[in-house]
C-alpha cells in the first residue's frame, strides 16, 4: 500500500476532515519552495532534515504519535511556553505545540470567535474545530493557561470540543505570591497529568526529563550563537524553522539533529562561510510567536537584502534562554527550580515587563544588529502596548527600529516590503 494511502487510512481514523486537509497539504509544499528552496542558497546541508520533517508534517511524526498512543504514552497538546514540556516528559508523555501560523483554518471559527481575535489563536482553533489537525485529533489533553485575555476566553470554547485543563499562570512578577501560586499550579496540573497518564511523577523522572529538555534546548542555543557571526552560518528562516520543529519532534531526535546542525553552522563560521554576503543587514526581530507555518516576515525581510539573526520571541530566545540547575531531591524541590526557570521567560502578558526591555537591549549589542523588527499581531494587546514603549526605548538606546502590525494574510505583503526596504536603507 502506498505511504498516501497509508496516511489516509490513518487520518480519517483520526476523524480528519479529509477532503480539506488535502487541500492544505496541497498548498503547503508551494509556499515552502517559494520562501525556503527558491529564494535561498547555499543552505547548510543540515538542513535536509527539517526540510524532511516539514514536508511531512502530518506523516511520520504522526504514526510515532499513534504508536506512542497504543504503547500508553499520553499526548498533550499546550499553546505555550509557560506549560513546561518536562513534567509531560517525566510523566512518559508527549508534548505537542499547537499554535497554528496559518489563516488557511479560518473558515472553521467564523461564528465561534469573535473577528477581533489575533491570527494565533484563529488558526489554532480553527484546526481543531475544522478537523484538519491531526495533532489536535490526536491530544489525549489540551494544556491552555491563563496568559492573555484572547487566550482565557479560547479555552471555553475549546472545551467544547476536547478535554482541556486550564493552568492558572501569574499576571504579575517579582512577588513572592506569584511565585508560590505558580508552584502551586505546577503541583496541580502533575496531578492532573498523573490522573491522565495514569503514571506517578517520581523526582527521578522528573530530573532526567529536565536534564533531556535543558539538552534540546542548549542545542537550540548553540545554533544561535553561530548566528552571532558575520555572515551568519544561517538565515533566519532555516532558524525559525529548527525552532517550530522543536515544539512537536521527538525530544532525542532534536537533541541529536539539531546538534549535527550546530556542528556545521560552527565550522562554517570557523570558515567564514556564510548563507549571505559578509555586512549584510542585520535584523534582531522582536514579538509575538511565529507559528509553523507562519514565514511572512522573515520571507520579506531576508528577500529585501537583510538578514534575521535573532528572534526575541517564544519560537526563538525565549525558548531556551533561561535555565536552570538541575539540583533537588524531592518533586517539589525540581518544580521550584522548574518555576523559577519558567518565570524569567519576559512575556508580555505579564507586568511589568521592563525585564523584556533589557533582554531586547542586551540581545541587539551581543548579536551586533543594524536594526530592530519589532513584530504584533493585530488584536494582540499585550505586544501592541509594549511595542509602543519598546519603540521608545530602544531609540533612546540608540537602536534603529521598525514597528511591524499585521497578520497571516498575504495582501499587506507588498506594503510591508516597502516598508522593510526603506527601513534597511536607513540602517548604517
Ligand atoms: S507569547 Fe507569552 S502567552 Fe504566548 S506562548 Fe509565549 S509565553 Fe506563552
Ligand atoms: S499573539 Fe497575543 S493575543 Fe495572540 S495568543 Fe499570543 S499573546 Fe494572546
Same mark, same amino acid.
Given at each position: 500500500?502506498?505511504?498516501?494511502?497509508?496516511?489516509?487510512?490513518?487520518?480519517?481514523?483520526?476523524?480528519?476532515?479529509?477532503?480539506?486537509?488535502?487541500?492544505?497539504?496541497?498548498?503547503?509544499?508551494?509556499?515552502? %519552495?517559494?520562501?525556503?528552496?527558491?529564494? $535561498?542558497?547555499?543552505?547548510?546541508?543540515?538542513?535536509?532534515?527539517?526540510?524532511?520533517?516539514i514536508?511531512?508534517?502530518?506523516?511520520?511524526?504522526?504514526?510515532?504519535?499513534?504508536?506512542?498512543?497504543?504503547?500508553?504514552?499520553?499526548?498533550?497538546?499546550?499553546?505555550?511556553?509557560?506549560?513546561?514540556?518536562?513534567?509531560?516528559?517525566?510523566?512518559?508523555?508527549?508534548?505537542?505545540?499547537?499554535?497554528?501560523?496559518?489563516?488557511?483554518?479560518?473558515?472553521?471559527?467564523?461564528?465561534?470567535?469573535?473577528?477581533?481575535?489575533?491570527?494565533?489563536?484563529?488558526?489554532?482553533?480553527?484546526?481543531?474545530?475544522?478537523?484538519?489537525?491531526?495533532?489536535?485529533?490526536?491530544?489525549?489533553?489540551?494544556?491552555?493557561?491563563?496568559?492573555?485575555?484572547?487566550?482565557? %476566553?479560547?479555552?471555553?470554547?475549546?472545551?467544547?470540543?476536547?478535554?482541556?485543563?486550564?493552568?492558572?499562570?501569574p499576571?504579575? %512578577?517579582?512577588?513572592?505570591?506569584?511565585?508560590?501560586?505558580?508552584?502551586?499550579?505546577?503541583k496541580?496540573?502533575?496531578?492532573?497529568?498523573?490522573?491522565?497518564?495514569?503514571?506517578?511523577?517520581?523526582?527521578?523522572?522528573?530530573?532526567?526529563?529536565?536534564?533531556?529538555?535543558?539538552?534540546?534546548?542548549? #542545542?537550540?542555543?548553540?545554533?544561535?550563537?553561530?548566528?552571532?557571526?558575520?555572515?551568519?552560518?544561517?538565515s533566519?528562516?532555516?532558524?525559525?524553522?529548527?525552532?517550530?520543529?522543536?515544539?512537536?519532534?521527538?525530544?532525542?531526535? $532534536?537533541?541529536?539533529m539539531?546538534?549535527?546542525?550546530?556542528?556545521?553552522?560552527?565550522?562554517?563560521?570557523?570558515?567564514?562561510?556564510?548563507?549571505v554576503?559578509?555586512?549584510?543587514?542585520?535584523?534582531?526581530?522582536?514579538?509575538t510567536? #511565529?507559528?509553523?507555518?507562519?514565514?511572512?516576515?522573515?520571507?520579506?525581510?531576508?528577500?529585501?537584502?537583510?538578514?534575521?539573526?535573532?528572534?526575541?520571541?517564544?519560537?526563538?530566545?525565549?525558548?531556551?534562554?533561561?535555565?536552570?540547575?538541575?539540583?533537588?531531591?524531592?518533586?517539589?524541590?525540581?518544580?521550584?527550580?522548574?518555576?523559577?526557570?519558567?518565570?524569567?521567560?519576559n512575556?508580555?502578558?505579564?507586568?511589568?515587563?521592563?525585564?523584556?526591555?533589557?533582554?531586547?537591549?542586551?540581545?541587539?549589542?551581543?548579536?551586533?544588529?543594524?536594526?530592530?523588527?519589532?513584530?504584533?499581531?493585530?488584536?494582540?494587546?499585550?505586544?501592541?502596548?509594549?511595542?509602543?514603549s519598546?519603540?521608545?526605548?530602544?531609540?533612546?538606546?540608540?537602536?534603529?527600529?521598525?514597528?511591524?502590525?499585521?497578520?497571516?494574510?498575504?495582501?499587506?505583503?507588498?506594503?510591508?516590503?516597502?516598508?522593510?526596504?526603506?527601513?534597511?536603507?536607513?540602517?548604517?
Amino acid at each position: 500500500m502506498a505511504a498516501d494511502d497509508t496516511n489516509h487510512q490513518m487520518w480519517e481514523k483520526l476523524g480528519i476532515d479529509l477532503a480539506k486537509h488535502d487541500q492544505l497539504l496541497g498548498v503547503l509544499p508551494t509556499i515552502y %519552495k517559494q520562501v525556503y528552496v527558491d529564494s $535561498q542558497q547555499n543552505r547548510p546541508k543540515g538542513m535536509g532534515f527539517f526540510e524532511f520533517v516539514i514536508g511531512d508534517v502530518h506523516g511520520i511524526r504522526i504514526k510515532e504519535l499513534v504508536q506512542a498512543k497504543a504503547d500508553g504514552k499520553m499526548i498533550v497538546g499546550t499553546f505555550c511556553l509557560y506549560v513546561p514540556d518536562e513534567i509531560i516528559v517525566a510523566l512518559d508523555g508527549v508534548s505537542i505545540g499547537l499554535c497554528g501560523g496559518t489563516n488557511f483554518s479560518n473558515y472553521a471559527i467564523e461564528g465561534v470567535l469573535p473577528t477581533n481575535t489575533c491570527a494565533l489563536i484563529k488558526s489554532a482553533l480553527g484546526f481543531g474545530f475544522g478537523k484538519i489537525c491531526p495533532y489536535y485529533a490526536i491530544a489525549d489533553i489540551l494544556v491552555g493557561e491563563t496568559t492573555c485575555d484572547g487566550k482565557k %476566553k479560547a479555552w471555553e470554547v475549546l472545551a467544547k470540543n476536547k478535554a482541556v485543563y486550564v493552568m492558572e499562570t501569574p499576571q504579575l %512578577k517579582g512577588r513572592t505570591q506569584a511565585r508560590t501560586h505558580f508552584i502551586d499550579e505546577l503541583k496541580a496540573l502533575v496531578k492532573q497529568l498523573e490522573d491522565v497518564s495514569g503514571k506517578r511523577l517520581t523526582a527521578e523522572k522528573l530530573r532526567d526529563a529536565m536534564e533531556k529538555i535543558s539538552k534540546k534546548r542548549a #542545542q537550540l542555543r548553540r545554533v544561535y550563537e553561530t548566528r552571532k557571526a558575520n555572515p551568519p552560518p544561517i538565515s533566519g528562516k532555516d532558524s525559525l524553522l529548527v525552532s517550530q520543529i522543536a515544539f512537536y519532534d521527538d525530544p532525542d531526535r $532534536q537533541i541529536e539533529m539539531v546538534g549535527k546542525l550546530a556542528d556545521e553552522c560552527e565550522e562554517r563560521v570557523g570558515k567564514g562561510e556564510g548563507v549571505v554576503p559578509k555586512d549584510t543587514k542585520r535584523i534582531l526581530l522582536s514579538g509575538t510567536p #511565529q507559528a509553523v507555518p507562519n514565514w511572512k516576515l522573515h520571507d520579506i525581510v531576508e528577500t529585501s537584502g537583510g538578514v534575521i539573526v535573532c528572534e526575541e520571541t517564544c519560537t526563538g530566545t525565549r525558548y531556551f534562554e533561561s535555565t536552570y540547575e538541575l539540583k533537588g531531591d524531592t518533586v517539589d524541590e525540581l518544580l521550584e527550580r522548574i518555576a523559577d526557570r519558567y518565570l524569567g521567560i519576559n512575556c508580555a502578558c505579564f507586568s511589568p515587563n521592563t525585564a523584556r526591555t533589557d533582554d531586547i537591549v542586551r540581545l541587539a549589542r551581543e548579536y551586533n544588529v543594524d536594526g530592530v523588527l519589532l513584530y504584533t499581531l493585530s488584536f494582540c494587546d499585550p505586544y501592541q502596548y509594549e511595542a509602543v514603549s519598546l519603540e521608545n526605548d530602544l531609540k533612546k538606546a540608540g537602536i534603529k527600529v521598525l514597528s511591524i502590525n499585521t497578520d497571516y494574510a498575504s495582501e499587506d505583503a507588498g506594503q510591508i516590503k516597502t516598508r522593510v526596504e526603506a527601513f534597511l536603507e536607513t540602517l548604517q
